[in-house]
């Protein structure tokens, strides 16, 4: 079979830019699917990514891509030029196309509350198209991920049409979160030049005066696919389809769940090298030390027996931290425990961190702000990761845990309930603890039935050789990904 050539475009791809797991997969999933033969599958793969400020600033070595220079996009009110400058992956040839636009991305943030952040991202979507054309590349499936790529099946069925270089190009759209659908003002499809094609937008939103982005893309991308097969179960549904459960539905024979893969890479706690002790599942030694070392960067007391609790998270309500309230102090008090947290997002998650901090400061400690090496340390260093989300289209955090060999406290929904098996002592399976019932009182009868499986000092090593067993490799995941793109060309 002939190798596909695929283009993927998004908002984040690690290590340029990232704020969570899309930047991960992108990154994971990129370089695996260019990996060429015997190791990989050897498609022709090119990622697109705008070129923020803070890559400009990075020092990255990228060189301007040829034959893709001065780009004039004509939107309806303003003509928007940007060139391509590449640099590939890391350890690996396939090429990034960063989209160098000043006017658009030389600004602090990835995401920004300006007026023009439809514009920002409607841009992306046409400049995907217009480098196609420019260097005269038909890619097979364009995969646009998220809302902030959700525009690009529209243009290129109105605005590219008329182009024969992408008669046999297919769509998918990946759905890595439905809590951001990329809500605008209708009337900003004008200045995205879709102005004429208000037919082909959700007409409820129009009613109502507004414009979904992501609405737009499950409209009109050949297939959609999401993160996990029960959140593309969930999605159907009024719980948690975020008021697109309806319309998922009417293209539900459209609609698949591939669970991320993990780039192992980059998380291998046998070489990782953002932490000073390594170890494996046959000789877990080193992650005793990095215990250690972890509570004395979190100025801690270290004593082996109290378990340490780790979070890495974005504060948002979907996380689900509200669910501490009425549960971790409970234990904070009874128990000789210790609670690692990193995280950065929503003001009143972060005081509340700050409170447990203040309330027990030989206890709980935590980090506000975003830091890619400590993030390795939490997971390494901790005995158990907590992530009590209210849903989770996939989580990476978790499948990070289980390698790391600490095994997670996850609510059953989304990508936990697909990658997190529940402990039986009595048999000595299972990889982790998982709770149903969104509640603290759920929670907390889970935080019970951990600590005593943690006095169980024999179980809980095969509970951690267990996950750390665990494969959720590209190498697993990705031919499900080239599954469907070779479904949607037919190639
Ligand atoms: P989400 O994408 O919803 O944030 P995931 O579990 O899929 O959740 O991915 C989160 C990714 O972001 C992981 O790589 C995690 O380590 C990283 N991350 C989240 N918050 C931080 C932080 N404050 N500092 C460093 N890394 C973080
Ligand atoms: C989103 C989701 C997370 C998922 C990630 C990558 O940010 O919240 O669950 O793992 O995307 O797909």
Known sequence: MRPLRLALAASEVAPFAKTGGLADVLLGLGRWLGKKAPQGPGHDVRVFLPFYQRIAKSGLKTTPLTGAQNIDVRFPQRTIRFS???APLPQSEVPVYFIDCKELYDRDGIYTEDGDEALRFGLLSRAVLETCQRLQWAPDVVHCNDWHTALLPLYLRTVYAW???????KTLLTIHNIGYQGFFKDSMLDTLGLGDQRAHVHHGDLRDGNLSFLKTGVLHATKLSTVSRTYAREIQTDEFGMGMQELLRSRSADLVGIVNGVDYGEWNPADDPRIPHHFTANDLSGKAKMKAAMLQRFQLPHDPRAPVFGVVSRLTAQKGFELFADSI???LQREDMRL??????????????????????????IYRGFQEDLAHWIEAGSDAFLMPSRFEPCGLNQMYSLRYGTPPIVRRTGGLADTVDPWDPATRTGTGFLFDEFSSHALAGTMDWVLRNWRDQR??????KNGMQRDFSWDRQGPEYVALYRALTGA
């Open 459 to 464: 179980g809980w090593q095969q509970l951690i």
């Open 340 to 365: 690692c947290v990193l995280g950065t997002g929503e003001e009143k998650t972060e005081k509340y961190f700050q409170w447990l901090r203040d309330t027990w400061p030989n206890k709980v400690s």
């Open 84 to 86: 391509i400058r590449t």
């Open 329 to 331: 102090p409970i234990f």
């Open 163 to 169: 182009d024969k270089l992408f008669a046999g190009t």
